[in-house]
């Protein structure tokens, strides 16, 4: 399970990147919609890998992370996602105005023509 996870993260982090350095902001937006979903696997990684644990303490049984899921990881991945949805709906307005502004939606304005 960690080593699926790990490549996941690796994946999603390593398609970010390059996507991030193209020339193209919709090409730019999409890198950085995955390096946030890299980032909030990673989070949500750390929290331990177990499958049907509870996250509540119950009696009896020692309270670490070997009986039990720590709930502080996934509440901070689904605060990330309600704002990485919200900062990806800006960005696409403010590319979709310039795009209308300057006719183009290259990164740094000038597009190589042929």
Excluded: C
Excluded at 7 to 20: C, K, P, R, S
Excluded at 100 to 111: A, C, M, P, R
Aim: charged share 15%; hydrophobic share 55%; glycine share 10%.
């Amino acid at each position: 399970m960690e080593i699926a996870i790990s490549l996941a993260i690796g994946v999603l982090a390593g398609a970010g990147v390059w996507l991030v350095l193209r020339p193209r902001t919709f090409q730019v937006l999409v890198g950085l919609s995955l390096l946030s979903y890299a980032v909030n696997l990673f989070i949500f990684s750390v929290g331990s890998l177990a499958v049907d644990k509870e996250p509540i303490v119950k009696p009896g049984l020692a309270a670490d992370l070997v009986n039990y899921t720590d709930p502080l990881p996934q509440s901070l991945v689904l605060t990330a996602i309600v704002i990485g949805f919200a900062t990806t709906a800006l960005f696409l307005v403010v590319l979709l105005a310039l795009r209308g502004l300057s006719g183009g939606d290259h990164v740094d304005g000038q597009e190589e023509r042929p």
